[in-house]
């Protein structure tokens, strides 16, 4: 007791020993807060990735060259083997305690062809041809037949673009294709077009429309799962427009930002953007990015009048001679409104979305058209699966439309098994038998053929030995690409990974253990990974804050560590001669070097306590309903709009622990050489 009460007069009696007091107290401040903020971030990315596709854990065959990952980088898309006989598998991980759901996934890219402008137009006239005769439905065809006539003279004279398309055609096919235009050219076709509408459309869509170019690709990653479960196990999801598809039928949903981003009029998309850009507070005068998007609007104008039929572009000149109270000609008036600044934009953008673009083909694809995805991991090279939109969605409170997690596209598993080429158990057994039937034994190669559109493949027959050929078997006659399946072909056979949805109180380390016995207990060849690694270079980002947070607390510690035991010397020089006195009536030098070391003991606790505890303070102050996030980009990092600072108390107790130590550290130098002094030396520098 004698030792503390020397040390608390001593810290008393020289304010500047405060100096050190008051920088464990800063740094306990900063630490505290900072440690909150990221253990928030932390909890923020990891609600979002386990809510919007990676679970709590995913199952994937240990046997894999890969790991899974539900967020893919430029890695690419890791190797995984499937799961074996996945129904019992998931009869089995649901009978665990604590599984709640168990999610067959598949992660994989695809791209599809945006269309060209010929192809709109044909769409557009398709959907009127379809329509109940009618005088009125008559007319409207004769219109689109009119401008249809226009476009495609226009497609004669453009030499460089049908020399493009017919680069990448055989000779036969270019011949066939320049035979096809013209004959288009012809009165004949154009009667035959007013008796038999959709079938010259359909002809026009075949020979015709590829030689106006394939138009721009858009990639789509995607996620393959139950459909019908896939809204149930994940509560972010919410679907924005269309619906989902009936249970056992193939389907596509969009994610909204990647049907914003991708699928969009490009100058409806780019106008948007400005506008995303001026509720963030920038400028057409502040900032040029505002007004590089602005031109580029104006450059988009071509595309967007070729892709435009007379009576959309009748309509569209009347609505600008409103607007803009002059008549004049479509493209002029449509550069006129696209001439954009700060005084005029608001009331431009708010008057595209209201009177221009109920006129304007807004989107390539809607819900209930159909997408060709292209494969390009097929087996056998790119394979086109057509399959249907059935609407868009977004995880909720993720970041909007410029979120990447709202750019993915949501595709059933049997569609994902045809992009791949990959069979199930079911098909390859079915295979063998064919094969056996055949009398030709040995083993079944992997021949992703039975997954695409039924070719004919001629051989020669072999020699016959006498008597009559074997009856080949009968085949049953299947779609080339089903649009329905059965619960069996979804689930069966072929499922790479799985996401497990926990119980709220479930421990995902417990439920790992628990599978990884089942596993050895069974002879399984079954991993999990937990939502970090599944998360990827997401998940990476909150591994990285916590790296900073980490370099920030070493230097703050180096800094304190300096200042201290600069502050702690200066102290222990003044103190050379009391020491010495101390020393010579009777005080050893350990207990000299107790003083002064539980001088910086007690500055250490009083400035971590103040410090951890003005911290607290502060964040109940401050943040004690969350942190609004108004910027889209980071609101998957923070779980959604508002970020919350998750404060344990054992991060508290971490703080004021790592902040006394540091000071303790700091007083030892200058404890050790001012307790070394010998007494006869400081009595001559106190006399002196």
């Known amino acids: 007791m004698t030792l503390v009460s020397f040390a608390l007069q001593s810290v008393l009696a020289r304010p500047r020993s405060w100096v050190v007091a008051l920088l464990a107290a800063g740094s306990a401040v900063l630490l505290t807060v900072g440690s909150a903020f990221v253990e928030g971030i932390s909890d923020g990315t990891q609600r979002s990735l386990i809510e919007s596709g990676t679970g709590h854990l995913q199952l994937y065959n240990s046997t894999s060259p890969g790991e899974p990952v539900v967020v893919t980088d430029s890695s690419g898309v890791p190797e995984l083997k499937p799961l074996p006989d996945f129904p019992a598998v998931e009869a089995r991980l649901k009978a665990l305690e604590g599984v709640r759901e168990v999610v067959p ?22 959907a009127v041809a379809r329509e109940p005769a009618s005088a009125s439905r008559d007319a409207r065809l004769a219109l689109l037949a009119e401008d249809l006539q226009r476009t495609l003279r226009d497609v004669v004279r453009d030499d460089a673009r049908r020399a493009e398309a017919f680069a990448y055609l055989k000779e ?33 869509e075949n020979r015709v429309a590829r030689q106006v170019g394939e138009g721009q690709a858009i990639d789509v990653e995607y996620l393959a799962s139950d459909l019908e479960q896939f809204p149930r196990a994940f509560p972010r999801f919410e679907l924005v427009t269309g619906s989902l598809p009936p249970a056992g039928q193939r389907g596509l949903l969009l994610g909204h930002g ?36 602005a031109e580029r609007c104006r450059v988009e104008l071509p595309d967007l009048l070729a892709r435009l039929d007379g009576e ?63 494969g390009a991991t097929s087996a056998l090279g790119a394979s086109g699966v057509p399959v249907k939109v059935w609407g868009t969605f977004r995880f909720k409170g993720l970041g909007g439309d410029t979120s ?67 009856e080949p078997p009968p085949f049953e006659r299947h779609e080339a690409w089903p649009e329905r399946f059965t619960a069996e072909e979804l689930r069966g056979g072929s499922v790479l990974q799985a996401a497990l949805v926990l119980a709220p109180e479930a421990d995902p380390e417990a439920v790992a253990a628990r599978i990884d016995g089942l596993a050895k207990e069974a002879g399984l060849p079954l991993a999990t990974v937990d939502w970090e690694a599944a998360g990827g270079l997401l998940a990476g ?122 000071v303790v550290a700091a007083s030892l130098v200058p404890a050790w050489r001012g307790s070394s002094v010998e007494p006869i030396v400081a009595m001559r520098k106190r006399e002196d």
């Open 172 to 204: 036969e096919e270019a011949r066939e294709d320049r035979s096809a235009l013209e004959e288009v050219g012809t009165p004949a076709f154009w009667e035959r077009f007013r008796a038999e509408p959709l079938d010259t459309l359909e002809y026009l």
């Open 258 to 293: 990647l049907y914003e981003q991708g699928f969009k009029l490009p100058i409806a998309a780019l106008l948007d953007q400005v506008q995303r850009e001026r509720e963030r507070g920038a400028t057409f005068a502040m900032d040029e990015s505002l007004t590089t998007l």
């Open 541 to 662: 980002i909150v591994g990285m804050t916590r790296v900073v947070l980490l370099a920030f607390s070493a230097l703050l510690a180096l800094f304190v560590v300096l200042v201290s035991a600069s502050t702690l010397l200066v102290l222990a020089r003044e103190r050379i001669g009391e020491v010495g006195t101390l020393r010579a009536v009777g005080m050893q030098r350990r207990e000299a070097f107790g003083v002064l070391l539980l001088e910086g003991l007690v500055l250490g606790t009083l400035g971590a306590g103040l410090g951890a505890g003005l911290g607290v303070v502060l964040l109940r102050v401050l943040a004690g309903d969350g942190v609004s996030i108004q910027d889209e980009s980071l609101q998957f990092f923070m779980g959604g709009a508002v970020l919350e600072p998750q404060l344990s108390a054992t991060a508290v107790v971490a703080v004021v622990v790592g902040v006394l130590a540091v």
């Open 404 to 470: 990447r997690v709202n750019t993915l596209g949501l595709v059933d598993l049997v569609t994902a098994r045809y992009l791949a080429g990959r069979r199930t158990q079911a098909e390859v057994e079915q295979a063998r038998r064919d094969i056996e039937a055949l009398g030709m034994g040995g083993p079944v190669t992997d021949l992703s053929s039975a997954l695409r559109p039924a070719t004919i493949l001629e051989e020669q027959a072999p020699d016959s030995a006498g008597g009559p050929p074997p």
């Open 312 to 374: 959309r572009s009748r309509a569209l000149t009347q609505v600008l001679e409103k607007l803009l109270g002059h008549p004049g000609g479509l493209e002029p008036q449509l550069r006129e409104f696209l001439t954009l600044d700060d005084a005029n934009f608001d009331t431009r953008y708010a008057q595209f979305q209201r009177e221009l673009a109920p006129h304007l083909p807004l989107y390539r694809v809607k819900p209930g058209d159909s997408l060709v995805l292209m």
């Open 105 to 126: 996934l598949e992660v994989g890219w695809t791209w599809v062809a945006r269309g060209n402008y010929l192809d709109e137009k044909l769409a557009s006239a398709r």
